[in-house]
């Protein structure tokens, strides 16, 4: 059985801009990398993500970015060790890629889609990929409460 999750929501902004708000690290920080992010998402680039909830910064590696349509990124594969709530984790020795998809909608709005793929068959791993679903959903809401109204969901939340 492979491992891997999409998730997907509808963001009231038009694709551009919606892009940008992921693609940017200054607005990438109001409302996801609650630690702060380093880099601009670009093919090739290697960019630092960090979070006050999972403490460290760390490396995101950008395979591949087609402006207003795409954006490819690969990170270690999250595994957790059981499935109690705030469970802690372990970075495999392998990596996982992440696919965010972006199009249009006939009403002006924009349907931003994220699937994460690529985890090993275990347990372990599969309760990792629970996690990181949960992750990319938040994410969503976070980014379309953020672009729609200028609100910051994950501060606070996690700590």
């Known amino acids: 059985m492979e491992i891997n999750f999409r998730v997907s929501g509808r963001i009231a902004k038009p694709l551009e801009e919606v892009f940008e708000a992921v693609a940017d690290p200054a607005q990438l920080s109001q409302y996801f990398t609650t630690g702060g992010a380093k880099g601009r998402l670009e093919t090739g680039a290697t960019v630092m993500w960090d979070f006050h909830?999972?403490?460290?910064?760390f490396p995101v590696e950008v395979i591949e970015v087609v402006p207003n349509e795409k954006i490819v990124l690969e990170w270690p594969g999250h595994e957790a060790e059981s499935g109690e709530i705030g469970a802690k984790g372990r970075d495999g020795d392998y990596r996982t890629t992440v696919t965010m998809l972006f199009k249009?909608?006939?009403?002006?709005?924009?349907?931003?889609?994220?699937?994460e793929e690529g985890w090993r068959e275990t347990a372990e791993a599969l309760r990792g990929s629970y996690m990181n679903c949960e992750g990319w959903t938040g994410v969503i809401l976070a980014l379309k409460a953020w672009i729609e109204h200028g609100i910051n969901l994950r501060q606070g939340l996690y700590k």
Do not use: M
């Open 53 to 57: 909830d999972f403490p460290g910064a």
């Open 104 to 115: 249009p909608t006939d009403d002006g709005r924009t349907l931003v889609e994220i699937v």
